[in-house]
């Protein structure tokens, strides 16, 4: 089988074919074959993630999932993407240029101009499809966003879906963002509600437990045949959901405002190594308040955005490395490729300069009221809204380049940490 030509053409006739059954010779059918010592992949990826969020990298938020990655691995500081989810997930899946794939923008305003209709070629295979027909199982659990709007229906055409695009098994939501108590997910096609009649159920842990659970069951069924596993959750995508322990953790660790928060991460930043020694910090945009001149009527509301993100940063965190850790208890962490991108982008700003209780409200250009925020603070983390935190929080964990996620001209839309590991080759 070729490696270099796929899909590789119908093979001719291999056997011999007589007057007689018995006399005839059928041929040997085998199904593709990875080659030997073929590591398994477990490709992660977060959203929405600023390049100084994480502890690893100066951040606030200790992440014992990617500090195992690291600690085994190597931490790169120079990844880039492109500024939005669709296309740096489209470049990342097929190895090409977001353009070339037609992921211009994201599928939601996807438009007929060449590059930006959001429908993938046929001619521009997935990785994943690349694996499957060299011999490995495939899975992605997660966020997808690469389907165009118009074909994201129990109806179909499946084949711009996961499965149609070289993912044996696809759990998770078609779109950009979702609640985390109350998800649109998709089994394979078929739409399920997997929250009913769960009152603690938070998409997160259930995709963990299912990217689990999958492995498990394909190294039971074939323990020889490598996997590819994308594991893409939607967090930390707004809407910051969180149980309330978590955001409990964070009390008080971020009084001190954005602007602090940001040169504490650079002077971590610089004692740990992840950005030269002589790096400036730079200065903040004239759009964003100073701390200093920020109401210090809606401070609470603010401190609060940031407590209840860091606490969902770090239970997604959490999460993952239960599905690292399964990798050791299957024994099979020693030959798995893990590469653990912390992010799609930079930090969002959509939450604009209040945050807001209901994070649509900066897609209807509605700006929120900073009053109805301070009513409604003990709602942050809840099913009753869709927080997300204020630009100045978003400026501060993209520490420190300029700006922040939907912004490709600079650093702080497009760069983003990232730890990759493989025990058996990387030492």
Same mark, same amino acid.
């Given at each position: 089988?070729?490696?270099?030509?796929?899909?590789?053409?119908?093979?001719?006739?291999?056997?011999?074919?007589?007057?007689?059954?018995?006399?005839?010779?059928?041929?040997?059918?085998?199904?593709?074959?990875?080659?030997?010592?073929?590591?398994?992949?477990?490709?992660?990826?977060?959203?929405?993630?600023?390049?100084?969020?994480?502890?690893?990298?100066?951040?606030?938020?200790?992440?014992?999932?990617?500090?195992?990655?690291?600690?085994?691995?190597?931490?790169?500081?120079?990844?880039?993407?492109?500024?939005?989810?669709?296309?740096?997930?489209?470049?990342?899946?097929?190895?090409?240029?977001?353009?070339?794939?037609?992921?211009?923008?994201?599928?939601?305003?996807?438009?007929?101009?060449?590059?930006?209709?959001?429908?993938?070629?046929?001619?521009?295979?997935?990785?994943?499809?690349?694996?499957?027909?060299?011999?490995?199982?495939?899975?992605?659990?997660?966020?997808?966003? $690469? *389907?165009?709007?118009? @074909? /994201?229906? #129990? &109806?179909?055409?499946?084949?711009?879906?996961?499965?149609?695009?070289?993912?044996? +098994?696809?759990?998770?939501?078609?779109?950009?963002?979702?609640?985390?108590?109350?998800?649109?997910?998709?089994?394979?096609?078929?739409?399920?509600?997997?929250?009913?009649?769960?009152?603690?159920?938070?998409?997160?842990?259930?995709?963990?437990?299912?990217?689990?659970?999958?492995?498990?069951?394909?190294?039971?069924?074939?323990?020889?045949?490598?996997?590819?596993?994308?594991?893409?959750?939607?967090?930390?995508?707004?809407?910051?959901?969180?149980?309330?322990?978590?955001?409990?953790?964070?009390?008080?660790?971020?009084?001190?405002?954005?602007?602090?928060?940001?040169?504490?991460?650079?002077?971590?930043?610089?004692?740990?190594?992840?950005?030269?020694?002589?790096?400036? $910090? *730079?200065?903040?945009? @004239? /759009?964003? #308040? &100073?701390?200093?001149?920020?109401?210090?009527?809606?401070?609470?509301?603010?401190? +609060?955005?940031?407590?209840?993100?860091?606490?969902?940063?770090?239970?997604?965190?959490?999460?993952?490395?239960?599905?690292?850790?399964?990798?050791?208890?299957?024994?099979?962490?020693?030959?798995?490729?893990?590469?653990?991108?912390?992010?799609?982008?930079?930090?969002?700003?959509?939450?604009?300069?209040?945050?807001?209780?209901?994070?649509?409200?900066?897609?209807?250009?509605?700006?929120?009221?900073?009053?109805?925020?301070?009513?409604?603070?003990?709602?942050?983390?809840?099913?009753?809204?869709?927080?997300?935190?204020?630009?100045?929080?978003?400026?501060?964990?993209?520490?420190?380049?300029?700006?922040?996620?939907?912004?490709?001209?600079?650093?702080?839309?497009?760069?983003?940490?990232?730890?990759?590991?493989?025990?058996?080759?990387?030492?």
């Amino acid at each position: 089988m070729s490696r270099l030509d796929l899909p590789n053409a119908t093979p001719k006739f291999s056997g011999e074919i007589k007057k007689v059954i018995t006399d005839s010779t059928p041929e040997k059918l085998l199904a593709p074959k990875a080659p030997d010592d073929a590591p398994n992949i477990l490709l992660i990826m977060l959203d929405d993630v600023g390049f100084g969020s994480f502890g690893n990298f100066g951040g606030p938020v200790t992440t014992p999932g990617l500090d195992k990655i690291a600690k085994a691995g190597l931490r790169y500081n120079q990844f880039h993407t492109t500024a939005l989810c669709s296309p740096t997930r489209a470049a990342l899946l097929t190895g090409r240029n977001h353009h070339t794939v037609h992921m211009g923008g994201i599928t939601e305003i996807a438009n007929s101009f060449p590059g930006y209709d959001s429908a993938i070629p046929p001619e521009s295979a997935t990785v994943a499809q690349v694996l499957r027909m060299s011999g490995y199982s495939t899975a992605c659990f997660g966020k997808w966003h $690469l *389907t165009p709007s118009w @074909e /994201q229906s #129990p &109806a179909g055409p499946f084949d711009r879906w996961p499965t149609g695009l070289g993912f044996d +098994r696809f759990y998770g939501i078609m779109g950009a963002e979702s609640s985390q108590y109350e998800p649109p997910v998709y089994d394979q096609t078929t739409p399920v509600s997997p929250h009913v009649g769960k009152p603690d159920y938070h998409l997160t842990q259930d995709l963990a437990d299912q990217t689990i659970t999958w492995m498990q069951r394909q190294k039971a069924s074939s323990p020889n045949k490598p996997f590819f596993c994308y594991f893409s959750t939607p967090a930390v995508h707004a809407p910051h959901h969180v149980p309330r322990e978590w955001i409990d953790k964070f009390k008080g660790k971020f009084d001190g405002g954005w602007d602090s928060l940001r040169e504490e991460i650079y002077e971590r930043q610089l004692k740990l190594g992840v950005i030269p020694k002589d790096t400036a $910090l *730079t200065k903040r945009p @004239e /759009q964003i #308040p &100073a701390w200093d001149d920020y109401p210090e009527r809606y401070r609470p509301v603010a401190r +609060r955005l940031m407590e209840t993100f860091a606490g969902f940063l770090a239970h997604t965190d959490a999460q993952i490395k239960r599905v690292i850790d399964a990798l050791d208890d299957l024994k099979i962490a020693d030959n798995t490729l893990v590469i653990y991108i912390t992010g799609d982008n930079g930090a969002s700003a959509e939450g604009t300069i209040h945050g807001a209780w209901s994070a649509p409200s900066f897609q209807n250009g509605v700006p929120e009221d900073p009053e109805w925020l301070l009513e409604h603070i003990e709602d942050f983390g809840t099913a009753k809204c869709e927080n997300h935190f204020n630009v100045g929080w978003a400026w501060a964990l993209d520490s420190p380049f300029q700006w922040m996620k939907q912004v490709a001209s600079h650093f702080g839309g497009t760069r983003n940490a990232i730890a990759i590991s493989w025990p058996k080759k990387i030492k």
